[in-house]
Nanobody, 114 residues
Framework: QLQASGGGLVQAGGSLRLSCAASASIHSLSVVAWYRQVPEKPRELVASIMSGKIINYGDSVKGRFTISRDNAKNTVYLQMNSLKPEDTAVYYC??????????WGQGTLVTVSS
């Protein structure tokens, strides 16, 4: 089970940190990712992390967002800096391991005002 939190309302240029807490240990071979979605658009990959080392970012957030993992707390974070109005979305965390494990958190709303 995944619990996403940390969303809220922030002005453009501000920062937020999202948390994705897992109810069990995050497997070393798992991929934990943050996606975001706005109405009538497909879900977009924001950032992903595997084994704490392999990290990918969507082009629109590179240089502004940082994904990290705290194994002791079974939590993955998304630090979002220099937020823009176009970052407004519902952010979801996702946990994948192999072909049969694919969990989604409930989503947390991020609203960036101009």
């Amino acid at each position: 089970q995944l619990q996403a939190s940390g969303g809220g309302l922030v002005q453009a240029g501000g920062s937020l940190r999202l948390s994705c807490a897992a109810s069990a240990s995050i497997h070393s071979l798992s991929v934990v990712a943050w996606y975001r979605q706005v109405p009538e658009k497909p879900r977009e990959l924001v950032a992903s992390i595997m084994s704490g080392k392999i990290i990918n970012y969507g082009d629109s957030v590179k240089g502004r967002f940082t994904i990290s993992r705290d194994n002791a707390k079974n939590t993955v974070y998304l630090q979002m800096n220099s937020l823009k109005p176009e970052d407004t979305a519902v952010y979801y965390c996702n946990y994948k391991r192999g072909p049969s494990v694919d969990y989604w958190g409930q989503g947390t709303l991020v609203t960036v005002s101009s």
